[in-house]
């Protein structure tokens, strides 16, 4: 797999994943024109989309109707330095849902490849390359 990143002026950058494109900008304050999703909130919104495809695809596997499960995800910060240390998932379920199956849903959530990904520390490697004429 590879993405095609294109600089769109101004703060707009877009990607191209197979047919579809995905466009980011920056927030008014950061000199943006908040026209769509930060590049680190599409980075958010990988782990937890990630954890509800882990949550949902265990529920139809059981026969559970998924409709009122929620799911919400939210950096927690170091007081002192503000650095993220850690993402706080939380799955809100239906008061009809049996406690017995709020382990196992947790467990499915925590099989997120996203998040297995980021644990793994891979390195970042950029490079440069002239363009050929």
């Known amino acids: 797999m590879e993405l095609n990143i294109r600089l769109e002026g101004g703060k707009k950058v877009s990607t191209t994943i197979g047919s579809h494109r995905i466009l ?3 927030s008014i304050k950061d000199g ?5 999703p930060a590049p680190y909130d599409l980075f958010m919104a990988s782990i937890g989309t990630c954890a509800g495809f882990y949550v949902q695809a265990y529920c139809q596997n059981k026969g559970i109707d998924p409709s009122g499960i929620n799911i919400t995800l939210r950096p927690k910060r170091d007081p002192e330095t503000k650095k993220i240390v850690a993402f706080i998932t939380t799955i809100h379920l239906p008061k009809e849902l049996p406690e017995k199956l709020y382990p196992a849903l947790k467990k499915v959530a925590e ?4 998040k297995k990904t980021i644990m793994s520390h891979p390195e970042f490697i950029v490079e440069t ?5």
Do not use: L, Y
């Not at 943006?32 to 769509?36: F, N, P, T, Y």
């Not at 390359?129 to 004429?133: G, P, S």
């Open 32 to 36: 943006g024109e908040d026209s769509a």
């Open 24 to 26: 980011t900008d920056q």
């Open 129 to 133: 390359i002239k363009a050929e004429t």
């Open 111 to 114: 099989q997120c490849a996203v």
